[in-house]
């Protein structure tokens, strides 16, 4: 059982940035990022593995950047040049397995075991 908590989220003007982190209680060997905007189905937008490679959507490719500082078990999300279509509710996920992990279009989130509570992104125009 892996336990994800999240911050970070909060208002910002379009073209800011923010920092989102994802304290976990243990290891998996592929986390992400996903959201979920109101009306619309949760959408994964960065992934990292186990080796370290990372997975973008297109809409945020340039933009946002996916990290982990193993020493404090974090996973972070730096989201620069926010535009208001980033506006949704951001969650930290991580999969049970290890040793397999999902491009960025492949990722359901039926792939992913352990979901954080989200937290609100909301960029203004």
């Known amino acids: 059982q892996v336990q994800l908590v999240e911050s970070g989220g909060g208002s910002v003007q379009a073209g800011g940035s923010l920092r989102l982190s994802c304290v976990a209680s243990g290891y998996s060997y592929c986390m992400s990022w996903f959201r979920q905007a109101p009306g619309q189905e949760r959408e994964a937008v960065a992934i990292?593995?186990?080796?370290?490679?990372?997975y973008y959507s297109g809409s945020v490719q340039g933009r946002f950047t996916i990290s982990q500082d193993n020493a404090k078990n974090t996973l972070y999300l730096q989201m620069n040049n926010l535009k208001p279509e980033d506006t949704a509710v951001y969650y930290c996920?991580?999969?049970?397995?290890?040793?397999?992990?999902?491009?960025?279009?492949?990722?359901?989130?039926?792939?992913?075991?352990?979901w954080g509570q989200g937290t609100q992104v909301t960029v203004s125009s």
């Open positions: 990292l593995d186990g080796r370290g490679d990372t």
């Open positions: 996920a991580a999969t049970a397995g290890d040793g397999y992990c999902y491009t960025i279009y492949a990722a359901t989130t039926s792939d992913f075991a352990y």
